[in-house]
């Protein structure tokens, strides 16, 4: 198998976590590749990221409104990247054995936009930013907070291996990397560690009104849709007339129309499964039902 060949079965093979990884990180090599070349050939290349990091200013930001999205899209370095790529990762597994991948994009993107929104509020409120000059915000930290409080704040019990500190109980990393943020918000760095908090509390909000049975983010989930239908081909091929009536024609109409209702069925059983485990919790749950959310998980 060609290397083109493997890397598109991988991209079609990929879960949701995976693909967001791969964007990031797609984003981040050709903003440092096109960094790169402004240095060899001295012209300026700072002037496309401006285009895309979120501002400080209510002004600017009405100029540029996808900024509120695309920022979290840009990263600072490769520790910035990679942390935030991690942390999701890790996170992201968790939170796809209880939700579906639709419902994490809702998590990772509101978070994204909540984070902004507080970056934004909070250098034009606080005396402590009056002084500050052109400011901007950038990474997918707000997002990734938000799926790992998210999956925390619904599983707070469960216990994770970390590394070479064991078994701890997830609700133990979520408080820590909060305060972890509280504290370093003198230390440098203030917009993007408030962006953070921005982010986890949407997690965390999100996920105690769906424990309510409130979904949130179902309006984004909407607008996602829509999105995505645009780029969806919604022209039908003429039918072309014919003179007689073909017995494997009308078998190919009653497969389709089985494919449909198997779909039905499948998105049936994936909201009972999770009314069940909103209820009872996961541990409820017997291992062909786990099995079987985990595999829908990948195929959304």
């Known amino acids: 198998m060609r290397i083109s060949d493997r890397v598109k079965y991988k991209l079609q093979t990929a879960n949701i976590v995976e693909k967001l990884i791969a964007i990031n990180v797609l984003v981040f090599i050709l903003t440092y590749v096109f ?3 402004g240095f060899l050939f001295q012209f300026p290349s700072g002037f496309l990221v401006e285009w895309f990091v ?6 600017e930001f009405i100029f540029k409104p996808w900024s509120i999205v695309t920022y979290s899209f840009l990263h600072g ?5 990679l942390s935030n790529m991690l942390i999701l990762y890790f ?3 968790y939170f796809l054995n209880y939700f579906s991948a639709k419902r994490l ?7 994204v936009i909540v984070g902004a929104l507080v970056y934004m509020l909070s250098y034009n409120l606080f005396p402590a930013f009056q002084a500050t000059g052109r400011s901007y915000l950038m990474g997918a930290s707000a997002g990734v907070m938000a799926v790992l409080i998210g999956i925390a704040t619904y599983i707070p019990q469960m216990r994770v291996r970390l590394f070479i500190l064991g078994s701890i109980k997830f609700w133990y990393i979520a408080v820590f990397l909060v305060l972890l943020d509280v504290i370093q918000i003198p230390m440098g760095n203030a917009g993007g560690h408030l962006a953070h908090l921005g982010g986890a509390l949407l997690g965390y909000v999100y996920t105690t009104q769906l424990q309510k049975g409130n979904d949130i ?9 829509g999105i995505t239908g645009l780029f969806k081909s919604s022209e039908k091929k003429p039918r072309m007339k014919t003179v007689y009536r073909n017995k494997s024609r009308r078998t190919t109409k009653k497969r389709a ?4 209702m198997n779909e039905d069925e499948k998105q ?3 909201d009972s499964i999770l009314d069940k485990i909103s209820k009872s919790g996961y541990d409820s749950l017997n291992k062909e039902e786990k099995d079987f959310l985990f595999k829908a998980g990948k195929d959304d």
């Not at 370095?77 to 990247?81: M, P, V």
Request: hydrophobic residues 40%.
């Open 35 to 37: 960094k790169t070349l």
């Open 54 to 59: 979120f501002p400080k200013e209510v002004g």
């Open 77 to 81: 370095g490769i520790w910035h990247i």
């Open 91 to 93: 996170s992201g597994i």
């Open 105 to 111: 994009l809702n998590f990772y993107f509101l978070g």
């Open 217 to 225: 983010g179902s309006w984004f989930e909407k607008i996602m849709d």
């Open 257 to 260: 129309s089985s494919g449909k």
């Open 268 to 270: 049936k059983r994936i």
